[in-house]
C-alpha cells in the first residue's frame, strides 16, 4: 500500500523499523515515479533509493544517544519539529516527502501533540510512517488521523526493563498490599512510553503463574491475587487507549 491518496497520507505500522524490507517497499511505492499508473515500476530512481535507504526525500526520526553513548528513553519534541521544519519544504527529488518515525510509541506526548497539527492539515507533499510494536501507546487523536496496517513482522522481544519491572511487581504483590503500595512509587516515575512493554509482559508472567498454581496446587500469592492482577493489567491496557494519567494506571495495578 502506498500512501499517495489524501485518506491515507498517514499510516501507523505494527512491527518492523526503517530498514525492514516491509518499510522500504512503502517508501517505494509511495515514492514511485509510476505510481499514477496505479502500479510501482521497480526500476525508477526513486524505487531504487528507497529500497536501498538513500533517498533524499525521506527523514528518519529515532531515538539519540546521550552524551553517555546510552540510548534516551523518549523521542523529544525537538526532534519532531526539525523533522516537521525540514520536510515543509518541497521534495528534493520525488513528488512527495517521507517522515519515518521508529518507535513511535516513544514519542513524549508534547512530541506527539506537536506531530498532531501537521497530521490535521499535512502539506500536500507529505507523508507519515510511523513504526511501533504497540499502536495503543499513541495518542488517541494521532490514531484517528492514521491507517493502522499490520507489517506481518514478529513483534521485538519485550525490553529487559520490562521484564524485570514485572518480575519486581509480581515480588511485591507476593508481599501483600503493603510492598504493593510502596512499588506504586516505582510505577509513578517511569516514563509513559514503557508501560505498554510493562503490561504485556506482566500480564504474561501473572498467567504463566496462574497456571502454574492450577498445575501444581501450590500458591505462592495470596488467594485470588493473580486474577485480580490480570484484571487489572487488561484494564490497564484499555487505559492507555485514552490516555489516563500514570497515577491513576499505577493506583489501579498496586491500589486494587
Do not use: W
Not at 523529544?76 to 526539525?82: F, K, L, M, S
Not at 508472567?205 to 505462592?220: K, P
Not at 491513576?248 to 491500589?255: M, P, V
Request: hydrophobic share 40%.
Amino acid at each position: 500500500m502506498s500512501l499517495s491518496n489524501r485518506p491515507f497520507h498517514a499510516v501507523i505500522v505494527r512491527g518492523g523499523d526503517a530498514e525492514s524490507a516491509f518499510t522500504r517497499e512503502m517508501l517505494a511505492l509511495t515514492l514511485c515515479s509510476a505510481e499514477e499508473a496505479k502500479r510501482p515500476c521497480g526500476e525508477c530512481p526513486h524505487c531504487k533509493k528507497a529500497r536501498r535507504g538513500i533517498h533524499p526525500d525521506v527523514t528518519v526520526v529515532k531515538r539519540l544517544y546521550d552524551d553517555n553513548g546510552k540510548l534516551k528513553r523518549t523521542i523529544a519534541v525537538g526532534q519532531i519539529r526539525e523533522a516537521l521544519f525540514d520536510a515543509v519544504e518541497l521534495p528534493n527529488e520525488a513528488a512527495r516527502r517521507v517522515i519515518v518515525i521508529e518507535e513511535s510509541e516513544k514519542m513524549r506526548r508534547e512530541a506527539q501533540n506537536a506531530l498532531l497539527k501537521t497530521l490535521e492539515e499535512p502539506p500536500e507533499h507529505l507523508r507519515f510512517i510511523l513504526l511501533t510494536d504497540a499502536p495503543g501507546a499513541l495518542l488517541p487523536t494521532v490514531r484517528s488521523r492514521c491507517r493502522i496496517i499490520d507489517s506481518g513482522m514478529p513483534p521485538a522481544a519485550p525490553p529487559e526493563s520490562a521484564t524485570e519491572l514485572a518480575e519486581a511487581f509480581l515480588a511485591a504483590a507476593r508481599g501483600g498490599g503493603a510492598r504493593l503500595m510502596e512499588f506504586s512509587f516505582t510505577l509513578d516515575k517511569i516514563d509513559r512510553a514503557e508501560l505498554p512493554a510493562f503490561l504485556d509482559e506482566l500480564l504474561r508472567a501473572a498467567s504463566a503463574e496462574r497456571r502454574r498454581e492450577l498445575e501444581t496446587g501450590v500458591a505462592r500469592f495470596p488467594a485470588g491475587s493473580l486474577s485480580g492482577i490480570i484484571e487489572a493489567a487488561l484494564e490497564c491496557r484499555a487505559y492507555l487507549e485514552h490516555s489516563v494519567a500514570l497515577t491513576h494506571i499505577s493506583a489501579r495495578l498496586c491500589g486494587g
